[in-house]
């Protein structure tokens, strides 16, 4: 049985609490017409230790009951035709999954060529992992060299392997790939690759992630080889500046190349389309409690809106979760049909982009929430943006952790860091919801 809270091992999902109520749930611990945690109770049957835990848990209102879900169709319904193409995939994967994968994203992507047969190598799972090598030759261990706990496979190496979630974790881009411990890595990479798939606000952006997982997973790779040839391997410390400098050569000279065939560039925050609003949204999250934060901009890129609230969270993109929830729960307000939503989380940007269920439990109902708004306003977007686009928000966001800022930012309290990006005038008339 699941526990309760997964991080709280000690509590299950079922628990005796007191011998008078021995058949408490945990639904009884919530108030059914809030929609929040019923404190007074919590703090009668938990020590406080754990009353802290279970409050960065967020309730949704719109719950869904537990509910069976074939995972095999994007929708979740079962079908003869998903049968049959789930039994096919399985038994001659790569000849028939090859149609689907975005091949002309990675051939067109501004990777170097060695870069771009490698991901085919890995995509068409033909590297010479121990898991693979140990069918023809059984002798053979099959232990990841890396890590030594798991057998070795490209998902393993690529996607589920500490090392290479360590690796971009403590990246600049700060990515979290724990969440997609149920993908291959060829699903993964799919959906990184997949041009105006509405995750990246521009291909140039998606260029640059792309560049990074092509330098990191031959690293990996390499240093891997190193361990298997009996050499010692480069520790995860060392091995960061290496591959961050790595990637960053790369990418220079990608946008050479670009500038030179005379394209604009340009990462810095730009104004929405005439009629659309811009919504930026970051959190600051320290030690459980998290400000999440979003600012607002008509097309002239003049402020219109800001608030902040804060929360108990579980990790921050939790935490950005919410910025972008609240904001999503502000423009269905005030009726806007025209917005683009942007945050610096690209995990939390991937989860509402992604059609499948994500295993990120913490963000998990939020980002339910998020599609639920989403649905009601198809035209609204939700794109990753660098953090260098994200400034006003990142701000705000600071400046309201400081001060436990709870509501709406009136415009004379709009801290001046917020405005960096200079629309003019620097403050529209705030929209009321
Ligand atoms: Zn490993």
């Given amino acids: 049985m699941d526990p309760f809270y997964p991080l709280l091992q000690t509590l299950p999902s079922w628990f005796i609490c007191s011998l008078f109520i021995p058949h408490l749930l945990v639904r009884d611990l919530i108030d059914p017409t809030s929609f929040s945690w019923n404190i007074s109770l919590l703090a009668e049957l938990f020590p406080v230790v754990v009353v802290k835990e279970i409050r960065k848990i ?18 979740g319904t079962f079908s003869t035709k998903s049968a049959y193409l789930t039994d096919c995939s399985s038994r001659i994967d790569n000849a028939f999954n090859a149609n689907t994968f975005p091949w002309k994203s990675l051939w067109t992507a501004k990777l170097h060529n060695r870069h771009k047969l490698f991901l085919w190598r890995i995509i068409h799972n033909i590297l010479p992992t121990r898991s693979k090598l140990s069918i023809f030759l059984p002798s053979i261990p099959t232990q990841c060299p890396l890590c030594d706990s798991l057998p070795e496979s490209v998902d393993h190496i690529f996607i589920n392997c500490v090392f290479i979630k360590q690796l971009f974790f403590i990246s600049n881009w700060n990515f979290s790939l724990e969440s997609f411990n149920n993908y291959t890595i060829k699903d993964w990479l799919a959906l990184i690759l997949k041009k105006n798939g509405g995750v990246f606000p521009s291909n140039i952006i998606r260029e640059k992630f792309l560049v990074t997982v092509a330098v990191f997973f031959y690293a990996i790779w390499t240093n891997r080889n190193l361990i298997t040839h009996g050499l010692p391997p480069v520790s995860l410390q060392d091995l960061l500046p290496i591959v961050t400098n790595k990637a960053t050569s790369h990418w220079t000279s990608q946008l050479a190349c670009a500038l030179k065939a005379g394209k604009h560039i340009s990462q810095q925050w730009s104004k929405p389309p005439v009629g659309w609003y811009k919504i930026n949204s970051d959190c600051s999250f320290i030690n459980g409690t998290a400000s999440a934060a979003f600012i607002i901009r008509n097309f002239n890129g003049s402020i219109v809106y800001a608030h902040s609230s804060m929360y108990h969270c579980h990790d921050s993109t939790m935490a950005e979760s919410f910025a972008i929830r609240d904001a999503c729960s502000f423009i269905k307000r005030a009726n806007i049909k025209n917005a683009i939503f942007e945050a610096d989380c690209l995990n939390a940007i991937l989860y509402i982009n992604d059609d499948t269920p994500q295993s990120h439990w913490p963000s998990s109902p939020l980002i339910d929430e998020i599609k639920r708004y989403w649905s009601l306003w198809p035209k609204w977007k939700f794109k990753f943006c660098p953090r260098n686009s994200n400034l006003s928000a990142h701000n705000l966001a600071r400046w309201a952790f400081n001060l436990n800022w709870n509501g709406v930012v009136s415009s004379s309290f709009i801290p001046i860091s917020c405005f960096c990006d ?12």
């Fill in 58 to 75: 967020h309730i949704s209102p719109f719950f869904k009951p537990k509910s069976l879900f074939w995972s095999s169709s994007k929708s």
């Fill in 422 to 433: 200079i629309g003019y005038p620097l403050v529209d008339s705030f929209i009321h919801d």
